[in-house]
């Protein structure tokens, strides 16, 4: 069994030493158990919060422990009543090529019915978060406005194309010529902004003349603080994740504390700014989403891009990358065929 761990806790940005690629033996099977083999691995952003020691709302991984994370699998030996060998389910089985199941937390997909590496995407825990953030807290309306950052990436992919669903204008923030062109013009966003044009501000400003009604916030730092002046009246930000932030730690960084001017205005302007974790809204909304998503990728209203790197000895770069924007689409890895 190829598998990876965590050698060591990064310090700021994680480095190709803070992981260890092992070989080990496949384990035994007891009763009511089953042997999956991964055929897709998914990177996300939160991997980043485990290798740490920073609190948060989930335990870290432990040295030498196999880095977490979503799969889809095949089941290839069962000894559990309900499995069967070739059932395709979606695990939480990690970075590794094959894990024991009792079973619990798997979900049977259906292997003709779309891509089995959109279950890990669009079709699966970073769409939910996006329409579970949208549903919950954007609540956008027909004409206003909507901004997202990673607008290219899992969520915010999906975040802009459920604010045109609902009607209204979809602008997106990302970076690079390539990334910019396919947030408008295979996402069809309505506008895209480059995060890191020197006139980042003034480019968001014009891009959004009616202000912004919702906020989608996936990145924090320098995107928060151009969109924040644009916030309208009644304004609904969604805190999903602060990627800009996960590679520095909790500590408070340097510079001016702007809390009580940023309190100031969402006393004055009515804003509501509501964090939330996916898992949340998991049990009560995700057959409203799966049923909703399938629709609209039937109906061509709803699109992503994966970028899929092979094997997994390349996964701690891929990862790596991930953290300062060099994946184009959503990250997995391949290990195998369906
Ligand atoms: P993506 O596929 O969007 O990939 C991450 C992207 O973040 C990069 O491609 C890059 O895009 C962007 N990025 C990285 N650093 C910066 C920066 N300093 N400033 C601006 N953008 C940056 O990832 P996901 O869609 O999987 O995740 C998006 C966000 O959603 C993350 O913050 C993640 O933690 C969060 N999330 C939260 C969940 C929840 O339950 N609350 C669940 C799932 C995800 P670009 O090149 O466009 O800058």
């Known amino acids: ?19 260890r690629l092992e070989e080990v033996s496949v384990p035994a099977l007891g009763a009511g158990e089953m042997l999956l083999e991964t055929i897709f691995l998914s990177l996300d952003p939160y991997m980043r919060g485990r290798m740490g020691l920073v609190k948060s709302y989930a335990q870290p991984v432990e040295i030498g422990g196999v880095m977490v994370g979503g799969t889809v699998a095949k089941v290839v030996q069962s000894r559990h009543p309900d499995w069967a060998e070739g ?17 619990s937390g798997l979900r049977r997909i259906d292997p003709g ?17 996006a329409y579970a953030g949208m ?16 607008a290219s990436g899992a969520v915010g992919s999906v975040v802009g194309q459920i604010a045109r669903i609902h009607g209204a204008r979809a602008v997106g923030i990302t970076t690079g010529a390539h990334k910019l062109d396919f947030v408008r013009d295979d996402l069809g966003f309505d506008a895209v902004v480059d995060h890191k044009a020197p006139d980042f501000a003034a480019k968001l400003a014009e891009a959004c003349p009616d202000g912004i009604d919702v906020y989608f916030e996936n990145v924090g730092g320098a995107v928060w603080d ?3 002046p644009l916030l309208n009246p009644f304004a609904r930000v969604p805190v999903c994740g602060l990627i800009a932030q996960y590679n520095h730690g909790a500590e408070p960084q340097p510079g001016l504390d702007r809390l009580p001017v940023t309190m100031r205005e969402i006393l004055s302007r009515s804003l509501t700014i509501r964090g939330f974790v996916m898992t949340e809204f998991w049990d009560s909304q995700r ?3 799966l049923r909703d998503a399938t629709q609209w990728v039937a109906d061509g209203r709803l ?3 994966e970028d899929i790197v092979q094997g997994l000895a390349r996964a701690p770069d891929a990862f790596i990358g991930l953290l300062d924007g060099q994946n184009f689409g959503k990250l997995v890895v391949q290990l195998g065929e369906g």
């Open 1 to 19: 069994n190829q598998r990876v761990v965590l050698a060591a806790r990064p310090e700021g940005r994680p480095v190709p030493s803070d992981f």
């Open 303 to 305: 699109r992503w891009r």
């Open 287 to 289: 057959d409203d989403f």
């Open 226 to 228: 151009g969109v924040f």
């Open 87 to 103: 059932d395709i389910v979606v695990a939480y089985s990690g970075w590794q090529r094959f894990a024991v199941s009792d079973g």
């Open 113 to 129: 019915a779309a891509s089995l590496s959109s279950a890990l995407g669009a079709l699966g825990m970073p769409g939910f978060t």
């Open 135 to 150: 549903r919950n807290i954007g609540k956008p309306k027909p004409g206003e406005t909507v901004v997202v950052a990673a």
